[in-house]
């Protein structure tokens, strides 16, 4: 199988780089009329997946909002994720998992790969244990063709004291971060994609556009288009050159069309045309 980046280049060119994430919260259900419990998690996911799946590159289902719903909440997750591979979609369960040794190995041996008990294509991580406490997930995800997008920078006001705290060598956390995917890519792939990315919240502006510089071997997970304020021309316009490896994820300002088939297509395909254009 082909790494990660390689297929999500290929399909991103084949239909949009958009990303549709589907976060399944209290407030989701209850906007499309549906009951907070797993009846209405599952008509939520499918109805997302059979309307979106087909149109984009990637998903990116939230783990948080099926866990609050238990084991059979983690079975929705399991399914939705098998739905949309089989609508050719690759699948970014958004987990933010980090820590050490085995642990850190177990978690990519949960989400990552087609063997695995939820068959991600790729996961989200964190490195507050320290970027090299990833390793085992990097291991995993290069055994199983998957991709790691490690947090580098969040839109979230209170992770700015922290990705923003100086290191003795004068970078940023979020810049040593950035520096040492790209070294790590460098390493893996000498002149082409990296299977690991970088999330970088799009609210960000010029700051996400400038660690973009330090990460010129990775793709870029861009939540925050939407409903949390940022746009596709303004992303283009901060991203510059470094445009052509984002990966802008829209969620609410998806769902918030729904429940109508239709109407989430429409929206979906709304956002491609825009896409396009800023291309």
Not at 170 to 175: D, H, L, P, Q, Y
Request: glycine share 12%; with cysteine.
């Amino acid at each position: 199988m082909a790494p990660f980046q390689k297929r999500f280049v290929e399909l991103a060119a084949e239909r949009s780089p958009l990303c549709v994430g589907i976060d399944p919260s209290a407030e989701s259900l209850k906007g499309w009329g549906l009951t907070d419990d797993i009846n209405g998690l599952r008509a939520f996911c499918d109805g997302l997946v059979e309307a979106c799946a087909p149109l984009v590159a990637a998903v990116k289902p939230q783990s948080a909002f099926f866990e609050r719903h238990g084991p059979a909440g983690m079975e929705v997750l399991r399914d939705t994720v098998a739905a949309a591979k089989s609508h050719g979609a690759l699948v970014i369960i958004d987990v933010k998992r980090g820590d050490i040794s085995t642990t850190a190995a177990a978690y990519a041996a949960a989400f990552l790969g087609p063997g695995s008990a939820f068959g991600g294509d790729a996961i989200t991580a964190s490195a507050y244990l320290g970027f090299g406490s990833l390793d085992p997930i990097f291991e995993v995800a290069r055994r199983e063709a998957a991709g790691v997008f490690v947090v580098v920078r969040s839109s979230n006001p209170e992770g700015t004291q922290l990705q923003q705290a100086k290191l003795s060598d004068g970078r940023t956390v979020a810049e040593h971060l950035s520096d040492a995917i790209a070294a790590r890519n460098v390493a893996d792939e000498p002149g082409g994609l990296g299977l690991i990315g970088a999330v970088l919240g799009a609210t960000m502006g010029e700051e996400a556009g400038r660690l973009a510089e330090r990460l010129p071997n990775a793709l870029l997970l861009l939540p925050g288009i939407g409903a949390q304020g940022a746009t596709i021309a303004g992303v283009r316009n901060q991203f510059g050159a470094h445009y052509a490896r984002v990966i802008p994820t829209i969620s609410r300002g998806i769902a918030r069309s729904g429940p109508a088939a239709a109407d989430l297509r429409r929206a979906v395909e709304r956002h491609v045309a825009e896409l396009r254009a800023a291309g």
